[in-house]
């Protein structure tokens, strides 16, 4: 075993329809299934090879991988054999994504949480967001189709709630050609933030009016008929890039997860696939030996997949909703493409661990806001969507679902600076009324300004420097030193 060098061993790749049972091979970028439209989940018809080692092997040679200075083997690649092990060296893009700290709760929020916690913080990927992790797989692979095929030009295109254009974007541009790069966004639904990412990547930013579903449908149909390559959630190479949040936790956790609790918010639930996926590959594997228990968070202005849960087994019915406007805007989706891969998965996921191993919990609006400006005074860099893992978990604390003695592990999906509208909207009372937010006003905080303009025209350098300094003694109560 060496972890400082890259691996030799390789799978074999295949998609696998998850409506049919399908099976196709990797030599083509394929969305869905040509046979029955179902979406597809990635498999290493080699992994039993893996398995010939027992989990102390893959733990040693994980954490020794984390000395190597190889770019290839220092992002989610770390985990190479479990990720898309059929990659060549040269065509592992690596912008420094993943490995994103884990940080635990202050100690005045823990206490007032009443149960210990610690968001992983994944808005410090190199576009903001987790999105950076399939991106990085998605397009290593579409470097290594590319090389194969000797294609001179290859448009990547995606339908886009705002991180996910950021960061196709980032990695298309800096891959260069024959990669460029298209988004399509839902015109006004992307916060100014996540609008300036693509313009700033150069990328074509194509505008529509509607809503994320919207723009999903008809970058489908564009993928379906003409000759560009899908980066949505439908192409499983994100979730295999994404599964390296599990890891990454597990690996942090000394690779004991069995009382870890993971709160996920859920839009296309490509995420919480990938995180379930994941896991369940290192159990497989002997790497954990117990599951940690995954819970979703949604809001109830975008609830699918917690309408779906919260039905009695015997009478569940998979039916997409109609979103209201959420502050959680990057999972304000109410057609999960990925919402059969949960399904799949939630069955494998509880058939191991238990029936308590999954569940999905449901915030408002207000308290998702409510949670992230709590979060973000005790020091976090928390996105709404991280607010609403708060926010759940401060639900399923309520409903007794989760523990004293158990440790949960909050997503914060991206950093805070991309929603910092939401928080303006919060400190000055402005959200419009369809998201039914009514800000605390003891939280409000804004900046204030000391001095009239005509002051400082009237005085020199010195005086001014004075005149401000007293304002400020006089704002603060300072005291003088003794
Ligand atoms: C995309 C995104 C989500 C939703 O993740 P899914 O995989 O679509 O469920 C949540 N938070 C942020 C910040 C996102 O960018
Ligand atoms: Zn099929």
């Known amino acids: 075993m060496n972890g400082l060098t890259f691996p030799t061993y390789r799978g074999r790749m295949e998609y696998v329809c998850l409506g049919c049972g399908k099976r196709y091979p990797i030599d083509e970028l394929l969305y869905t299934c040509p046979d029955c439209g179902g979406v597809f989940l990635l498999e290493n018809i080699d992994f039993d090879a893996l398995e010939k080692h027992d989990g102390a092997y893959w733990r040693e040679l994980f954490d020794a991988r984390a000395a190597s200075r190889s770019t290839a083997l220092r992002g989610i690649f770390r985990y190479y054999e479990l990720m898309a092990p059929v990659l060549e060296e040269q065509d592992i893009v690596y912008l420094g994504e993943g490995l994103t700290p884990v940080v635990e709760a202050a100690p005045a929020l823990r206490e007032s949480v009443g149960m210990s916690f610690a ?16 991106m990085a797989c998605a397009f290593s692979y579409l470097k290594a189709l590319t090389r194969k095929h000797g294609w001179d030009e290859v448009l990547t295109v995606c339908a886009s709630t705002g991180d996910t254009s950021a960061a196709a974007a980032l990695y298309a541009s800096y891959v260069g050609a ?25 990328a074509t930013v194509l505008e529509l009016p509607g809503v994320f579903d919207d723009c999903m449908k008809v970058v489908e149909l564009l993928a379906e008929q003409y000759r560009v390559a899908l980066l949505n959630s439908k192409n499983s190479w994100r979730i295999l890039g994404q599964e ?118 449901e915030v408002t609006e207000q308290q998702i806001m409510d949670a ?27 409903l007794g679902l989760v523990n004293g003695k158990e440790h949960a592990v909050l997503d914060a999906t991206a950093h805070s600076l991309k929603f910092a509208g939401f928080q303006d909207m919060y400190f000055s009372d402005t959200f419009p009324p369809e998201y039914g ?28 420097t004075k005149t401000a300094a007293e304002v400020i003694v006089k704002r603060l109560g300072l005291k003088k030193k003794q």
Request: hydrophobic letters at 40%.
């Open 178 to 202: 024959p990669l460029k790069s298209v988004v399509l966004l839902p015109h006004g639904k992307v916060t100014p933030q996540q609008l300036s990412q693509p313009l700033g990547s150069g």
């Open 119 to 134: 968001y992983k913080n994944d808005g410090q990927n190199p576009s903001a967001s987790f999105k950076d992790r399939g």
């Open 244 to 361: 390296s949040y599990a890891y990454e936790t597990a690996q942090w956790y000394g690779w004991n997860v069995g009382n870890l609790c993971l709160f996920v918010p859920i839009g296309n639930a490509g995420n919480i696939t990938a995180i379930m996926s994941g896991m369940l590959k290192l159990h497989r594997l002997g790497v954990i030996d117990r599951l940690p228990r995954v819970f979703g968070v949604q809001s109830e202005h975008a609830d699918p997949v917690y309408r779906y849960y919260a039905a009695d087994p015997a009478s569940r019915r998979w039916e997409p909703v109609k979103v209201r406007p959420s502050v959680a805007q990057a999972a304000m989706i109410g057609n999960p493409v990925s919402f059969p891969r949960v399904a799949r998965l939630v069955e494998r996921y509880t058939e191991v661990r238990g029936a308590d191993a999954f569940q999905v919990v």
């Open 372 to 398: 992230m400006i709590r979060a973000n005074r005790h020091g976090h860099i928390a996105c709404t969507q991280g607010g609403e893992c708060l926010a759940g978990l401060l639900r399923a604390v309520e």
């Open 437 to 464: 937010v009514a800000p605390d006003p003891a939280l409000a905080n804004r900046p204030e300004l000391l001095l009239e303009p005509s002051v400082r025209a009237a005085q020199d350098d010195a005086a001014y």
